[in-house]
């Protein structure tokens, strides 16, 4: 009988100890993926940086042009963070026309500048006054409509 219960009381620590495992690994994912999702932001220091590029026309252009062959592929080309490239992407791309304007150009630069995750640190591709002129483009998106595609006239 001895040997009985404490062959059940081995089978049940071994139960305990794996249910135990299993919840740290769902615990480690759970958090792995929050910090994935969670919203990052710059320091302190680099929110408040100011843009140097007047927002003009023409930088608005220049970032256009820019965001096009650099971001366009993930973050769509309505910047809706629907780009064919997202699908393969674990973490969705931002939708830059909800961040435009709840951003300081700052804090976006620093993100364009550093990247996080899948997103591409742009730091040694795109020269200062082209992260500067991306940041007017994309602070440019709260006042600009999505152009309904499927209201041809």
């Known amino acids: 009988m001895k040997i009985l219960s404490f ?15 299993e919840s740290k690994n769902i615990h480690q994912a759970n958090n792995k993926q929050n910090e994935d999702t969670k919203h990052w932001m710059a320091s302190k ?3 408040e940086r100011k843009n140097p590029i007047k927002k003009s026309l023409e930088s ?4 256009r042009k820019i965001y096009v062959s650099s971001c366009a592929n993930c973050h769509g080309s309505d910047a809706n963070g629907h780009g064919p490239a997202a699908v393969n992407l674990v973490v969705k791309p931002t939708n830059l026309r909800e961040m435009a304007g709840l951003h300081t ?4 630069a620093w993100k364009i500048t550093n990247g996080r995750g899948a997103m591409p640190a742009w ?5 200062k006054n082209q ?12 006042d600009s409509p999505v152009k309904d595609k499927t ?3």
């Not at 062959?7 to 495992?21: A, D, M, N, W």
């Not at 150009?105 to 976006?108: A, E, M, R, S």
């Not at 730091?123 to 020269?127: R, Y």
Request: charged share 25%; with cysteine; aromatic share 8%.
């Open 45 to 47: 220091t680099d929110v």
């Open 105 to 108: 150009d700052g804090d976006l």
């Open 7 to 21: 062959v059940i009381l081995v089978l049940c620590s071994g139960i305990v100890y794996s249910f135990e495992e």
């Open 60 to 63: 608005i252009k220049r970032g």
């Open 151 to 153: 209201n041809k006239q």
């Open 123 to 127: 730091k040694d591709m795109l020269g």
């Open 131 to 142: 992260v500067w002129d991306l940041v007017n483009y994309i602070q440019s998106l709260k």
